[in-house]
């Protein structure tokens, strides 16, 4: 049998390989009842949910934004798949891999409310969105909008763009705390010009939480003819939203933070218009036409795409609307806990429709460095300075493992510091 025919009968067979990305039936003890208004605050539901994860007793953890720990269910069901890749090697990589990854493919547009076509999964954010940046048709003199609060792995293409096709950066400041919307969206429009092509947005700033009004923006961006690239690293399984509604044409995100991935996973949105245009970052077999014409980078961990379908029934078991809520009323209970107390500074707004989980908080006269150094040594809290673009605090990610006691410690901490 020649070769070609023989591994097509086979990857239609199987062989037996057991299907890797299966359902899991997450053990929570509890089940969530009433409103997400009401589930927020049942202590009883979220102490069973922190009991599906393994917490490290040396320190509470409040850095959650850079990467999400895996409940245990996840975890160990991640590792079976990686045993049983690993012990199908390349049988698998040469007649599953393909399919599989096409399926992961589909699960995620369906979790993020888009189109098969559109969407595809990457390693991360800073991968997804420097594809957009590097691989745009930039001519010399083509102008790009983006905010200093910005994260700085997509600055960096877009100073090397600037460096390589003549692209004229322009740079923008948002306030930590914006009096509107109509504030942010003219912060925006007063920096298009006729030769602006390109605005990235964070859909949540992450150095402060700042949820961004995308769909607004987008809209107003558009009537100048001008495209939107949106950084969603934040926003995906932390707040809800539909990604075909915001309206923008290019989005990226990673999804080992608010949805419990394993590390080394991301998602890129292209609007079907401009798949076309946009060179890959890594050249793919002309006969390769669409969205996946940009989603070839080499042999990879394909283990890790698999334990996508865990993620989501985790996420799904607790409840989208659960989580959000949860996580905003953390939020909001320990910086209500700090509004009026001396030398305690808040970089970040408060209400619901303008952060969810994150939140920056500074101490007058501390450097953020020696401040996250105290709260981990003398409190044992670890969290992550930032000290730049108008914030100068520790940013503060708790998760829905995290308890009012740990926060109660928290803000007494910062009470002691600021005093």
Not at 104 to 129: P, W
Request: proline content about 4%.
């Amino acid at each position: 049998m020649q070769k070609r025919t023989f591994l097509k009968s086979i990857t239609l067979g199987g062989l037996g390989l057991p299907q890797l990305a299966k359902s899991m039936n997450t053990k929570l003890a509890l089940k969530p009842i009433g409103t997400a208004s009401t589930i927020a605050k049942d202590e009883h539901f979220w102490k069973s949910v922190r009991g599906l994860y393994k917490i490290k007793p040396d320190y509470i953890n409040l850095e959650s934004g850079y990467y999400n720990m895996l409940p245990e269910e996840t975890l160990n069901h991640y590792l079976s798949i990686i045993k049983e890749v690993n012990y199908h090697a390349s049988f698998y990589m040469r007649t599953r891999q393909f399919k599989e990854r096409a399926a992961q493919n589909k699960l995620i547009a369906q979790f993020l409310g888009g189109s098969e076509d559109e969407i595809v999964l990457t390693r991360n954010t800073t991968e997804s969105l420097d594809i957009i940046i590097s691989g745009y048709p930039w001519k010399s003199g083509d102008e790009a909008i983006f905010a200093q609060q910005d994260y700085g792995a997509m600055i960096d293409m877009f100073k090397q763009v600037a460096k390589r096709h003549g692209v004229i950066n322009k740079m923008v400041s948002v306030p930590n705390i914006p009096k509107s919307d109509e504030e942010i969206i003219s912060i925006y429009e007063k920096a298009i010009t006729k030769n602006t092509k390109l605005i990235m947005l964070c859909h949540i700033i992450n150095i402060t939480g700042q949820i961004l009004p995308i769909k607004k923006i987008c809209e107003m961006a558009h009537k100048y003819g001008v495209e939107v690239m949106v950084d969603g690293a934040h926003a995906v399984a932390q707040i809800q939203f539909n990604i075909t509604e915001l309206g923008c044409d290019y989005y990226g995100a990673s999804l080992h933070k608010w949805l419990a991935m394993p590390l080394g996973v991301g998602v890129l949105y292209v609007k079907k218009e401009h798949q076309s245009k946009i060179w890959p970052l890594i050249a793919e077999n002309e006969t390769v036409q669409g969205i996946n014409r940009l989603n070839h980078f080499g042999t990879n961990p394909v283990h890790t795409y698999l334990a996508l379908q865990f993620a989501i029934d985790f996420h799904n078991k607790i409840g989208p609307a659960n989580k959000e809520e949860r996580l905003r009323y953390l939020q909001q209970y320990w910086t209500s806990k700090l509004t009026t107390t001396p030398n305690i500074i808040l970089n970040t707004p408060t209400d619901a429709q303008r952060s969810c989980a994150i939140a920056n908080v500074g101490i007058k006269g501390l450097k953020p460095a020696d401040m996250a150094e105290t709260l981990l040594k003398k409190y044992n809290i670890y969290t992550v300075a930032i000290d730049g673009a108008g914030v100068h605090g520790c940013r503060i990610t708790p998760n829905v493992f995290t308890s009012l006691e740990e926060l109660d410690k928290f803000v007494n901490a910062l009470k002691e510091m600021a005093a």
